[in-house]
């Protein structure tokens, strides 16, 4: 068994060494009811909370308290160890004593307490002697936080006229000291601006109105200073402030008012109703809704002449022109105006009244005012297909002016485009220029101008709408150009087909197209007709089965009549095809085409034949390209073309006297002489005829003569493509006065030849007559 003893150092201070107190747990027995005796078992260790004085500063480490365990002898045999939080590092404990110091400065606000585990072990071999236990180190506080606002700055809005006490706005100010601990927590607020305006209550930080009747329109915004202070508000306490702007938000406390009692104004009689004459405004100083105005005109002798309405951007009466007005008639008007607000506060309405009226005066200035017509518009008719000339009705204007000009009538020209009237310059009667057709158009809607004579800027417009009357001019027809489709098995009596009709024209009251055959076909045996009296009829089929061999359409004409006045009928033809069906009388097939293969070949075997047509006449155009690409060969005396096949011979010419090696005939060609020169490059297409300009070429032809006129042919001839070609002339030309000028023995040998000649030759033999000529000069010397 064993016991341990727990000092703690009593009194808050690090260096209190004055008392201590030993807490131990001794065995006890406790007697029950019976008498028994009852053994509690022991505790090694007892634990109470350690305390630490946050902050300390001193130069000595701070003892928590002492541990001992009661196997201790004092022989140093034990060995304390601790573990925990902050154990090492900020907690120490002498291994020997027991004795935990805290070496370094706690805060408490960044932790507020340690929880630590202590042990008891043998020395030598570390064996634990007691179970490892728990306990708190808790530090404790003291005044080093000031309190702070962590939401400010504040912004707050109060009602204007608010009543005192109202609250505004509640600020809360935080501390970091213990609030269980002393008074290091616990605040109070106090304002130190916006006096006498606004008060705050000292324990709960809420914000009042402090005086009555703050007006908006005077003061608006208000800053307010507030602080909170701990330690109760004693001396010595920190502080911290905070900033709140309050902001009075408008009420409807302010009526409108007219700046002026009586307003003037003009308008002029030439304006239209909905022009604007005037404007007015009764300034209220409040805003947004409570700040609305709206305008009314309560009396004068001008309410059905003029009306009020309200621009809402500029919150002004607009007053505007509601009939027209005439200077002739009356000059001026007067009108009483009313402006009101349309939201009322209750707690204000004995402020009231929440209005205001004035005074508008409104003359009215001449003007030279435009013809006017009698009517605002004028309707007429007109039958169709009337003859030129024919009267359409009249308009009539006058001058209201003083002054009664004569008027002028015009129809612009843009209202008819393509002029079906005329109107009459003075007097307004209108007529046709042409017939009219309703079915083209059945309406024609113009306008007639009226001008004062002698102003001819001045004029007013009428709208004159004409109506063509309708003429049954127009013979009914189908409805519908659809064929009707029968089986050849039809029965007789059989409805086939409904037909109806429609006309142009419009359909009188209780009118209705009659049908029947027309006479030509009134008597057939295939098909009957019912005239339903609700213009349509039914198609019947009279005759039993209808053959497709035989007959596979059937046109059957029809008369249709209109009843109107004139009446007016035409013939339509009705196309009635035959066609195939199967025993539910279901449309197999309308063509002819599978009668005629039953009689002789079927459907494949004619696809097989014009499969064979199309293979033969793939083989006859194969044929035929090929036959085409056998050309003749483009050269005409030779079978190999020399374009870029030059074949080189290491044989030298006999010069002009050998003839054996080249004819020479061939620069004297007849074809060349008359001016055609076969290319050799080119199969000619076309043969131009001679030249009248080119004659035959003798034996003394001039080879420089003769080469330019080749070259200016071959340039000049459109019927070669500029194919690059080679022109072989073996011609040296004749009679050469100066022989041979072959020197390759002139070096070797000797050659009483006189070459002073070559000096006459000009300056194309100036080389030749220098390597000549100083041999004989070196002669000379020598």
Known sequence: NFRMFLAVLEGSGPREHGHRRHLSLHRHRERGKEGQVLHRSKRGWVWNQFFVIEEYTGPDPVLVGRLHSDVDSGNGNIKYILSGEGAGTIFVIDDKTGNIHATKTLDREEQAQYTLTAQAVDRDTNKPLEPPSEFIVKVQDINDNPPEFLHGPYYARVAEMSNVGTSVIKVTATDADDPTYGNSARLVYSILQGQPYFSVEPQTGIIRTALPNMDREARQEYDVVIQAKDMGGHMGGLS?????????????DNPPKFAQGVYAMAVSEDKVPGEEVGRLKAKDPDLAENGLVDYRILEGDGMNLFEITKDSETQEAVIKLKKTVDFETKRSYTLKVEASNPHVDSRFIAWGPYKDTTIVKISVEDADEPPSFMAPGYNFEVEENAPAGTLVGRVHA???????????????????????????????????????????????????????????LISF???????????????????????????????PGKLIETVSATDKDEMAHRQHFHFSLAPEVANNHSFSIKDNRDSTASIFVIRKGLSRMSQDVYHLPIQINDNGVPPMSSTNTLIIRVCSCDSKDTILSCNVEPFILSAGLSTG??????????????????????????????????????????????DEGGGEEDTEAFDIATLQNPDGANGFLPRKDIKPELQYPMRPDLRPIGNSVDVDDFIKTRISDADNDPTAPPYDSIQIYGYEGRGSIAGSLSSLESVTTDSDLDYDYLQSWGPRFKKLADLYGTKDLVDDNS
């Open 461 to 491: 417009l009428v709208r004159v709408n004409i109506k063509v009357k309708d003429v049954n001019d127009n013979a009914p027809e189908f409805a519908a150009q659809n064929e009707v489709l029968v089986c050849e098995n039809v029965s």
């Open 398 to 456: 006058k001058d209201t002016d003083i002054m009664n000009n004569p008027i002028r009538y015009m129809i612009p020209r843009y209202t008819d485009l393509e002029e079906f009237f005329i109107i009459n310059h003075e007097d307004g009667i209108i007529k046709t220029t042409r017939p009219l057709d309703r079915e083209t158009q059945a309406w024609h809607n113009i306008s007639v101008s009226a001008t004062e004579i002698g102003r001819s």
């Open 605 to 650: 075997a004619l696809i097989a034949i014009l499969a064979c047509i199309v293979i033969l006449l793939a083989i006859v155009v194969l044929f035929v390209a090929l036959r085409r690409q056998k050309k003749e060969p483009l050269i005409l005396f030779e079978e190999e073309d020399i374009r870029e096949n030059i074949i080189t011979y290491d």
């Open 240 to 252: 911290g402030t905070t900033q709140v702007k309050i902001t009075l938000t408008d009420v409807n």
